[in-house]
């Protein structure tokens, strides 16, 4: 599986909104069986009581999964269960989807950036210091041979 980060724009906080409102995600817990989509798709929609036509699931990551409600209402059924899911002898754990789901926070060190197809007015550590995050200190810039 490949992780990568995207520019946010308009298309995908619209896509978060709707997330937001009709899905929860299933994390597998203890040994991480190998379930199915079919799997959680059959006990969610047992589960929840609710049709087979009012639900999607998909794989989130290896193991976790994106439950996908027609209805906001139904998402608040699932989540207003006790929290967890099983299938067989297997526990998934059932959450409301964040944007922040999987998410961490490192520190980057760097002693060196190079910073390609800058524009020669953008030359100048004063115009550059914008990109990077506030803690960040500048020492030297460059212009590259």
């Known amino acids: 599986m ?7 724009w308009p298309a995908l906080a619209d896509a978060d909104r709707d997330f937001e409102c009709h899905a929860v995600i299933a994390m597998v817990l203890g040994n991480r069986p190998n379930l199915t989509l079919q799997d959680v798709f059959a006990m969610a929609s ?5 049709a087979c ?3 999607n699931v998909s ?4 193991g976790d999964f ?11 059924v699932a989540l207003c269960s006790p929290g967890v899911s099983h299938i067989g002898n297997d526990v998934l754990r059932l959450s409301a989807w964040s ?3 999987g998410a961490t926070l490192i520190r980057l060190l760097f002693k060196a950036v190079c910073l390609e197809g800058l524009p020669q007015h953008v030359w100048t550590l004063q115009d550059v210091e914008h990109l990077f995050p506030a803690p960040t200190v500048l020492t030297t810039s460059k212009k590259a041979p």
Do not use: E
């Open 2 to 8: 490949v992780s990568s980060t995207i520019m946010w």
């Open 66 to 76: 994106l439950i996908s409600f027609s209805d906001q209402h139904y998402r608040g």
């Open 46 to 50: 047992m589960q929840f009581d609710i």
């Open 59 to 62: 794989v989130f990551k290896p």
């Open 99 to 101: 944007t922040r789901v």
């Open 53 to 55: 036509t009012q639900i």
